[in-house]
């Protein structure tokens, strides 16, 4: 039981490549979120799906695009990466009938 | 505004001191409160949740004045494991999105 996976764990990029972030959870859980962290910013939504075949859009979606693949995975998605862009990017899991988020380890991302 | 505001910090105590941290939320139609824990580059974990008539889990204890849109968090006889950052988290309706604080940190030193 592995709860919420990320991979992967660093990526360096340069700016205007993509990439794909991934997140799958073997919790059966409905809902799930893309945060990024920076510094003195605490947690930031991204984009969330409240169940499979659903997302939409957080705090702070420009630059972003997401995917809920299956009720297992969402994917995180940069077309054309900026130092902006730099961030620890977290994927989080919630229950149906719960408060509470459970969090993947992270994704540190640096964008050059 | 930030809609979740925290105590700057780094709070920096002794083993065994008592620290408290304050939140203050913005939205007065927040439903649910709590405390997740972010220990030096993790993810964040729930530490507890905060009931109007507070509650207490061990060494921790959590209150919520609704009036004053204020939460906080007593930390009794501070252990070295406790050093982390801390994070006020507010609900603004049941299955919605959590709205984080930016966090406090706190180092407990021998």
């Known amino acids: 039981n592995a709860g919420v996976t990320q991979t992967p764990k660093f990526q360096v990029l340069k700016t205007g490549q993509s990439m794909t972030l991934q997140c799958a959870q073997d919790?059966?859980?409905?809902?799930m979120y893309w945060y990024r962290q920076d510094p003195g910013m605490g947690l930031r939504l991204i984009y969330y799906s409240a169940s499979e075949g659903t997302t939409d859009k957080g705090e702070v979606p420009n630059g972003y695009n997401v995917s809920r693949l299956n009720k297992r995975e969402f994917s995180l998605r940069l077309e054309s990466a900026a130092p902006s862009q730099t961030s620890v990017y977290f994927c989080?899991?919630?229950?149906?009938?719960?408060?509470?988020?459970?969090f993947g380890p992270g994704t540190r991302l640096t964008v050059l | 505004r930030k809609e979740v505001e925290q105590d700057p910090g780094p709070f920096n105590v002794p083993e065994g001191a008592t620290v408290a941290f304050n939140c203050t939320y913005s939205n007065s139609a927040s439903q649910s409160f709590f405390w997740y824990r972010q220990d030096c580059r993790k993810e964040p974990k729930l530490l507890m949740s905060?009931?109007?008539s507070g509650n207490e889990d061990g060494r921790f204890t959590a209150q919520l004045n609704r009036a004053s849109q204020y939460i906080s968090l007593l930390i009794r006889d501070s252990k070295l494991s406790d050093s982390a950052t801390y994070l006020c988290?507010?609900?603004?309706?049941?299955?919605?999105?959590?709205?984080f604080g930016q966090g406090t940190e706190l180092s407990v030193k021998p």
């Open positions: 988290v507010v609900n603004l309706q049941q299955g919605g999105k959590l709205i």
């Open positions: 989080a899991t919630r229950g149906m009938a719960a408060y509470e988020q459970f």
């Open positions: 905060v009931y109007s």
């Open positions: 919790m059966n859980h409905n809902s």
